[in-house]
């Protein structure tokens, strides 16, 4: 587990526990997951000048800082938080108290990773010649291809969507895959509200690192843990949680063990009233997936059997509530969720099976597609015997190093759209800064492209955009409402149906694990081309793996101040 740091400044110790009346009353710490190493505010340098690399929000009067109210993207909680900005500059971003979803706490990774926003940006369209050398060019000279692919907020993947489908294309994907029917939204979303956590008295932890794959779950486990005296079962690799846990196993034997009631932690599982199941992507990540996702709610079919036998609904108040809500899926990526409900297709190993003569990158920066998997037969005048890439987005990141054309978008702090968090609870971001001159909101630059190619979709704002999201899925469009799920009970015969005994499928040999791993830091730190591009994230690795460095990290913050 990360090194934390003996030294923090009393604004981020503040994130560690409850503050009421001025003195810090927890009787456990809050552990929001691995934290960015502080020191003492900076001090004026001689000259009564500041060293403007250094400059915090303590040293600027509060009439100059502008505070906006959005929503975290860095993960799929939805974590609420104030962006403060000065002079179209970001310089604070703090928690913004929403009880339903992180309570009163950010991440430090939320919080301190916002340098990486201001740097290695893509702030004009560029082309890739033969040579392979990027050469600027007007919006003018650029937009003249075809198009197919996923990835970034609502609006955009319905304005994607709907270009491709003119085009007679059904070729989008997400980036992270998710090997459940999508058609149930109840099979690729928690079924609990977050705050339902808290309540549980007995959860079970499959491939699922919550402290370092969603914190503020993990804030909630360890509320319920110490408030509740909640078991907590461990499937998969052994983790440091900050709080007891109870090693179940790491084979995916264990889940079927648990189902035939044969483990040694079944008398705890069925003899609780307030079970809960939360799978993390690690799950997803594995050569049998489809099959252990089956094993799963075969699991889950048995608990809600047992709960259901003992008449839970009827002598606890919450029992009901616990009946639909023991499958939860947590997901990494802040975007797919909303895919999902717009209809795209999980993972891209349809892109790896067509092959496009055009494939459009919305952001995605994960790696997940290589040079290798795009030949074709087909040659396009100036470029490659590859499919051409076009990449939208923000940062010159690795989808840039794969992409034929680039073209510039806005980040999450320049725009206001739609994300759906890990609960199903559509939210939205607010422009707090200015983008760069060249750079244009992603929906209005595919719309752009549709214009190009003579299929002009008829969106002119992004009301019209968000009125064609409600045709497609009324959901997205209610904002800040968490929306029961329904229907898993379908969902889980038709799976049972079309997949039968599964459990000769499953693969015993490979280790059930996080996707994200403890003992690397970068694994946590530095996910996304935001963090990629952060000094500050780029310490905390550093710190993490041993190393040392002259000068110590700034923490800049005016929580509470």
């Known amino acids: 587990m990360f090194r934390q740091a003996h030294v923090l400044s009393r604004a981020s110790a503040r994130l560690l526990g409850y503050q009421r009346g001025g003195e810090m009353k927890p009787d456990y710490s809050i552990d929001t997951g691995p934290m960015v190493p502080g020191r003492k505010r900076s001090k004026p340098s001689k000259g009564g000048k500041n060293n403007d690399s250094e400059k915090t929000p303590f040293l600027f009067p509060r009439w100059e800082t502008k505070y906006v109210d959005s929503i975290d993207v860095l993960d799929a909680v939805g974590t609420n938080i104030r962006i403060g900005a000065r002079f179209n500059n970001i310089i604070d971003i703090r928690a913004c108290p929403n009880q339903d979803v992180n309570k009163d706490f950010a991440t430090d990774k939320a919080r301190f990773s916002y340098d990486g926003l201001s740097k290695a940006r893509i702030t004009e369209p560029m082309i890739r010649n033969p040579s392979g050398a990027l050469s600027t060019h007007g919006w003018d000279e650029i937009l003249q291809t075809a198009l197919a692919g996923p990835f970034t907020d609502a609006e955009t993947l319905t304005v994607t969507r709907d270009l491709l489908n003119i085009l007679g294309s059904e070729s989008y994907f997400t980036e992270e895959y998710c090997a459940v029917n999508t058609d149930f939204r109840s099979h690729y979303l928690m079924n609990m509200p977050l705050t339902g956590i808290e309540y549980a008295d007995c959860i079970i932890l499959v491939g699922f690192n919550p402290r370092l794959e969603a914190p503020l779950v993990n804030t909630r486990i360890q509320k319920t843990y110490h408030e509740n005296k909640c078991k907590v079962g461990i499937v998969g690799l052994k983790m440091n949680l900050g709080y007891s846990t109870k090693h179940l196993g790491a084979s995916p034997d264990t889940i079927s063990e648990l189902a035939d009631g044969t483990h040694s932690f079944c008398e705890t599982l069925f003899n609780s009233r307030r079970p809960m199941i939360l799978c993390g992507s690690g799950i997803h990540a594995r050569p049998d997936a489809?099959?252990?996702?089956?094993?799963?709610?075969?699991?889950?079919?048995?608990?809600?059997?047992?709960?259901?036998?003992?008449?839970?609904?009827?002598?606890?108040?919450?029992?009901?509530?616990?009946?639909?809500?023991?499958?939860?899926?947590?997901?990494?990526?802040?975007?797919?969720?909303?895919?999902?409900?717009?209809?795209?297709?999980?993972?891209?190993?349809?892109?790896?099976?067509?092959?496009?003569?055009?494939?459009?990158?919305?952001?995605?920066?994960?790696?997940?597609?290589?040079?290798?998997?795009?030949?074709?037969?087909?040659q396009i005048e100036g470029f490659s015997d590859h499919t051409t890439v076009i990449y939208i987005g923000t940062h010159m990141d690795a989808g840039a190093e794969l992409a034929d054309i680039i073209l510039p978008s806005v980040a999450y702090t320049e725009k206001s759209s739609t994300f759906v968090n890990l609960e199903g609870r559509p939210q939205r971001t607010r422009q707090v800064v200015t983008p760069p001159s060249g750079a244009i909101e992603d929906w209005k630059i595919v719309q752009m492209l549709s214009e190009e190619l003579h299929t002009t979709l008829p969106y002119e704002t992004i009301q019209s955009v968000r009125n064609r999201m409600y045709q497609i899925a009324p959901n997205l469009v209610r904002i800040g409402f968490f929306e029961p799920n329904s229907f898993y009970d379908v969902g889980s015969k038709y799976a049972d149906l079309k997949l039968g005994d599964s459990r000769e499928q499953i693969r015993n040999d490979v280790v059930l694990k996080s996707t994200r791993r403890a003992s690397v830091a970068a694994d946590y730190w530095m996910t996304d081309p935001i963090t990629r591009n952060s000094e500050t994230m780029d310490k905390c690795v550093r710190l993490a793996e041993g190393s040392s460095f002259d000068n110590d990290i700034a923490i800049m913050s005016s929580y509470g101040n």
């Open 290 to 378: 489809v099959a252990f996702n089956h094993e799963i709610q075969r699991l889950t079919n048995a608990i809600k059997g047992n709960l259901i036998a003992n008449k839970v609904n009827e002598t606890d108040m919450m029992g009901e509530f616990f009946i639909n809500g023991i499958f939860n899926t947590v997901h990494l990526h802040a975007s797919l969720q909303a895919a999902l409900d717009l209809g795209w297709k999980s993972g891209p190993l349809g892109i790896r099976r067509t092959k496009p003569d055009v494939l459009l990158l919305l952001g995605a920066d994960g790696r997940k597609v290589s040079r290798a998997d795009l030949c074709n037969e087909y």
